[in-house]
């Protein structure tokens, strides 16, 4: 029996179809906003882009695993909140050498995607209701845990060079790419690999699919859905490691918000809001759209207010195109 919904050729050409739009989306929003402006194609501002696209990158990168799954994750806001502060007390409160407190931070995140995998599959709670209950926790936990106040980085600059240096600028002089987009990149590469080259992404896909024809074929439906949210918060921890270096400090009231834009960069990419079809791939182009249009929104001086306005649209819209999709399936 096949799990993997990869195999049928329709859902084939529909994702190939999805992720063709989107592209040429992010192609003309490009050369809209650089007709209306000069600036927007400098070589500073599409490092700007591409930096403000990382972090919420890689936030969309774990959502998608459990959105394909059919299910939802609200709290990879705040989870990453906590995982930055949980990064800054290993690091500048316990004096914990950089690179453990660096893993300290994904594994907190791990260890809350675990705790609503755990409440999803075994106390059956809707994934809705769990994660929320998880964002509520994780922002209390923050503030808590930080004493209300941003723990900053001062005494170890290089943990500020995790995000905001450049090692592409030290192999190709006058490359400066920071680091932050090439561990975006190098986080779509470890996803894409999953999904599709492993048996997390063929169960991934066949949750979402079917999951009582999972469950009737022998698969342990529990263990792989706790698997697949600890994945998404491995990847919110990694988000909050790269927030954290960027601002060189981890800022207790950040977060929420965070999680809708990721979904919006998901939704946009192609991935279906019920489940069983979507890819890195889309969720990259997704991303790069929702950081694209804010940049671009900025630089023609519309007010933060409206910019708002419309990214709520396009979200709009691109919900509207999965349920548009779905009906003609």
């Not at 500073?44 to 972090?55: E, W």
């Not at 995607?113 to 209950?133: D, M, R, Y």
Request: glycine share 12%; hydrophobic share 55%; proline share 3%.
């Amino acid at each position: 029996m096949k799990l993997s919904v990869a195999g049928n050729p329709v859902q084939l050409k529909s994702g190939a179809l999805q992720q063709l739009l989107a592209f040429a989306s992010l192609v003309v929003l490009v050369v809209f906003f650089s007709l209306s402006s000069s600036n927007f194609f400098g070589f500073s501002n599409i490092v700007g882009i591409l930096l403000s696209t990382a972090v919420i990158g890689v936030l969309a990168l774990g959502s998608t695993f459990v959105i394909i799954t059919g299910g939802i994750d609200l709290s990879v806001g705040t989870v990453m909140t906590l995982s930055a502060v949980m990064t800054g007390v290993f690091i500048t409160f316990w004096g914990v050498p950089v690179p453990l407190g660096i893993l300290g931070g994904i594994l907190t995140g791990a260890f809350c995607g675990l705790l609503s995998g755990l409440s999803v599959a075994k106390l059956k709670i809707p994934p809705f209701i769990a994660t929320l209950a998880m964002m509520m926790i994780a922002k209390g936990l923050a503030l808590v845990i930080s004493g209300t106040k941003p723990i900053y980085f001062n005494d170890t600059p290089v943990f500020r060079e995790i995000a905001l240096g450049s090692l592409l600028n030290s192999i190709i002089p006058g490359f400066k790419i920071p680091n932050a987009v090439l561990v975006f990149f190098l986080a779509a590469i470890i996803g894409t690999i999953l999904l599709a080259k492993t048996i997390v992404g063929r169960y991934n896909f066949a949750l979402g699919s079917n999951e009582e024809a999972t469950r009737l074929s022998g698969v342990n439906v529990d263990k792989w859905k706790i698997i697949i949210y600890t994945i998404t918060g491995l990847f919110t921890g990694l988000a909050g490691v790269l927030m954290a270096s960027r601002l060189n400090s981890a800022q207790p009231a950040l977060g929420m918000g965070y999680e809708l834009e990721a979904i919006a960069a998901v939704v946009i990419g192609g991935t279906s809001l019920s489940g069983g079809k979507g890819t890195i791939i889309g969720t990259v182009i997704g991303a790069l759209i929702m950081s694209v249009l804010t940049n671009g929104l900025r630089i023609m001086s519309v007010p933060q207010e409206w910019q708002t306005v419309v990214v709520g649209f396009v979200i709009l819209l691109a919900v509207y195109a999965d349920m548009l999709r779905r009906r003609k399936k």
